[in-house]
């Protein structure tokens, strides 16, 4: 197994909005068919969606929250 082809990706000249699927350019930051934010590309040449790590961080905050909750819980009460 040889490493080739990993410093040599597809390269893309446009990307897909990932709610309307309208083909954007690669300098595009908001769809203009439908007005929604879009980010750089994935490796496929859809277009991320931006934003959508943060609610995976207030996932782990608001478990870490529950988390301590809980630990709180069940130091404090016998
Ligand atoms: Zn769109």
């Given amino acids: 197994m040889t490493a080739q082809g990993s410093s ?12 309307c699927s309208t083909i954007l350019s690669l300098a595009d930051t908001t769809c203009h068919a439908c007005r929604r934010k ?4 994935d490796k496929h040449g859809i277009a991320i969606v931006p934003g959508k790590w943060k609610s995976y961080v207030y996932l782990a905050i608001a478990l870490g929250i529950l988390g301590g909750w809980f630990y709180v819980w069940k130091v404090y009460l016998p």
Avoid: F
Wanted: with cysteine; proline share 19%.
């Fill in 8 to 19: 040599t990706p597809t390269k893309i000249y446009s990307k897909k909005c990932p709610y």
């Fill in 38 to 41: 879009v980010g750089d590309p």
